[in-house]
């Protein structure tokens, strides 16, 4: 029994252990206390053991972290470890140095600083923190790539670290991969210029399974031949079928032999797919196959349909030139004929048989006004080509004028071995030219000198050096009752009217260096040498003397009176723009001091007025900078169908103060402050804009004209500015017209010439606006190589009941039909303007009639999306 129960019975019942159940309580009390003094031994023995465990586990644990961090140290792979909880972020050396962190955070960094350091150099950083912040949540692992802001590339792999289901942080790998990213920009940039060589020389890659007996065509040469995908995959007797009879048994057995002897296949095929013609060179070898190909024929087709519309083409050209509308003479280096057209023969008034002989003779006598036949040749020899007018001494063609194209052909070496002559007979177009020049410098009703010309010859004057010693003095006049009679007897009284005070005005003042009829009822008298101001006044006195006597119009008696500006020039003025601006205001105080009266211009009379003008200037300088002007478009149509073809582009003013501002009010101002050419950039900037907008829409682009300032066109600036846009646009060279005066034209002729023609090599065509307005010479109008003539809107608008508009806008027609050039017709404006300029065979219009001016948006709702549902 174990000592303490024996203790404890001895202790509790003295005298009694001898009791029996008292010793079967003690010997179960010794067995229990026996059981539990085991499990306690055995208890003991378990924890030491599991102390021990735990001791070893630790020593393993702490074993494992040190290799971890030894590795996670000294690893050459750049490595960071983010701890959530402890908002920190561990890296290693390899890191450090791959995002040059600076070395003071030894090892470990805040989440913000690390952040920070890496936005510096990300290249997108905000679209990097944005996916961090997304991925938050994502306890997967991932994979990316960063671009460096020094053009390195880094890859990294991210795992989580995990505690039960929280993730606790995230181990990130990082590597540089920039040699790798170079390699595949090689790889891709050759695969880019081989495509390029490939659609250059126009050819596309097939392969032919050896066991389904099936060519393939590579998805490049589906697109050279426009194919759809369903001809991917032909059986190669399908596409023997293709191709001509005696092609088939040439390819089956080249075919044939490249399986058996591996010999490359070549052959040229004419086939015809979907409607199309195709002529092709196949080419072909056998591919032996590798551990994962099989055995195949490989090759290219290259699509050679060019070259053999290119044979095609000198065909057609030898029947061009033959059938041509113009005379066409090709010959040999000593000027032998050696080929020629049946119009040359009519031209030249020779038979077919006897041209070659006699045509040379009577290019002998051919000259210009500067240069003989000879000094023409010696030009062709020394430049390759001469271009003009010519006329004849020989009896059959004194009365004919040619325009003669001249150029020599010359070998690689530069040495000349033909020459190509073209005629075309304009006579008939001379003397439209000759018609055109009186319209445009007299006018019709009085036959007086026009405004035109009066302003030319004021302008001539202005800038001449001997103004200073003979000045002139500028009368301007306004019939004060023309209205009145014009409303009361007729047009036609009014006509004949002012056809009699052009003749009095004439009469009167015999020694006027130029009378002229500035437009309306006004007119201009200049006067050249010194007056002084009492002869002035007594001239003044005299016009409006002669003016207030009567005149017989028809069967009535008519009285007039008129009021004169006078302007000294040039103590007044020294321009012709402010000369007639000063002698219009004079006149204006004259008629407002109760008419019948002549005022003298005075310096004074511009108060009032400037502050405007100048606060006007200031406004459109800044209009252009804060973007107020805005972009108006009105359609351009076919005469035949009335449907649109094109759009003129016009620049509005939104003003904040004024409202919707039209160009009538500010294009002078820009003019004369050269903030024209701002303008002109930025209504062709906003046109390249619109039209950009319009195709990134899907909507049909129409033609464009832009209306270009005389200013401009004297600037090599607005070559630059369409190059610029092409360069950036390249499609805008079908869409872009350039715009220009008349009048802005003859400013500087030769440098309009060569701007237009420099456009015109980019795409960008051309077309004289206000034609008939002003005066272009027919030479340059050719060397213009414009496409598009527009009749000014003041023809059109008397053009169904005045015979005098009627025979212009016939002419100019006509004049543009002999040059090959299309014709506009703007101000149209009724349905009878439109049947007859139709009916005179004018191709394009444009008024009100079909349609206003309108915003881009209305342009895009009422005819582009309609053209679009047509082409779809």
Known sequence: MHQKIKYLLEKHFPNQLEDRKLQNLASELDLLFRDQEQEINLLERSVDLASEALQEHNHVATENLELFEATFGSSVEAMLLVDFEKALLKYNDALATLLQIPPHFSGAISMASFLQILSIQLENPDNFLTFLRNSHENHAAFNGELLLKDGRWLQYHVKPRMRGEAMIGRLWTLSDITEQKQAERLLEEFEEELQNAHELAKMGEWSFDLDSQEILFSDNLLALLKLPKSYRRFTFVDFLELVNDDEQQVLKKQFKHCQKYGTSIQSELHFAIEGQEFYVILRGRFKVGGVHSKDAIQGVLQDISDLRTSEHLVKISSHFFQSSMQGNVLMGRHKEILDFNDVACGIFKLRAWEFADRINERLATAWTHDMSINDIWRHVIESSHWAGEVYFTSPELVDKTIWLSLEALRDSQGKV????????????????????????????????????????????????????????????????????????????????????????????????????????????????????????????????????????????????????????????????????????????????????????????????????????????????????????????????????????????????????????????????????????????????????????????????????????????????????????????????????????????????????????????????????????????????????????????????????????????????????????????????????????????????????PQAASVIERTYLQPLMAEYI
């Open 417 to 852: 071995v033909n020459f190509i002559a073209i005629f075309n007979d304009i006579t008939e177009s001379k003397k439209v030219q000759e018609q055109l020049h009186h319209m445009a410098y007299f006018d019709a009703q009085t036959s007086l000198p026009n405004r035109f010309q009066f302003e030319q010859f004021l302008t001539q004057k202005l800038s001449s050096p001997l103004l200073t010693t003979q000045p002139m003095t500028l009368f301007y006049l306004d019939l004060d009752r023309f209205k009145f009679v014009n409303d009361s007897l007729g047009h036609h009284a009014g006509d004949r009217l002012l056809y009699l005070v052009g003749q009095r005005l004439v009469a009167s003042v015999e020694n006027a260096t130029l009378v002229a009829r500035q437009g309306g009822d006004e007119f201009v008298v200049l006067l050249t040498g010194v007056l002084s101001r009492q002869q002035q006044e007594q001239i003044a006195e005299h016009l409006i003397e002669q003016l207030s006597a009567v005149f017989n119009v028809f069967e009535s008696q008519v009285y007039i009176g008129a009021s004169v500006g006078i302007v000294n020039l040039p103590d007044d003025a020294q321009d012709m723009v402010t000369a007639m601006r000063y002698a219009d205001i004079s006149l204006y105080e004259a008629k407002k001091a109760g008419k019948g009266c002549f005022v003298f211009w005075q310096r004074s009379f511009l108060k009032g007025s400037t502050p405007e003008r100048v606060q006007m200037e200031s406004e459109l300088r800044e209009a252009i900078i804060q973007d107020q002007l805005m972009l108006h478009f009105q359609p351009k149509v076919e005469a035949d169908s009335g449907r649109v073809y094109g759009l003129e582009a016009l620049v509005r003013w939104n003003h904040p103060r004024l409202g919707l501002v039209y160009p009538d009010r500010f294009i002078g101002i820009a003019e004369e402050s050269n903030l024209i050419l701002e303008l002109d950039r930025w209504v062709v900037n906003a046109v390249a804009d619109q039209l950009s907008k319009w195709r990134k829409r899907g909507l049909p682009l129409l033609e464009v004209s832009v209306n270009v300032s005389a200013a401009h066109i004297t600037r090599n600036g607005l070559v630059d500015l369409f190059q610029g846009l092409l360069q950036k646009h390249p499609y805008l060279g079908d869409c872009l017209e350039i715009e220009l005066t008349e009048t802005a034209i003859m400013a500087d002729p030769d440098q309009a010439t060569v701007v237009l023609n420099t456009l015109r090599r980019c795409g960008v065509k051309s077309s004289v606006d206000d034609f008939g307005s002003g005066y272009t010479s027919l030479g340059y109008l050719k060397k213009l190589n414009a496409n598009t003539l527009k009749i000014d809107r003041s023809f059109i608008d008397g053009i169904t009941n005045d015979h005098y508009d009627r025979d212009v806008a016939k002419a100019i027609i006509a004049l543009a039909a002999s040059m090959s050039m299309d014709v506009v017709a703007e101000g149209v404006e009724t349905q009878a303007q439109w049947e007859l300029l139709q009916s005179f065979g004018c191709k394009y219009l444009q008024g009100y009639y079909f349609a206003k």
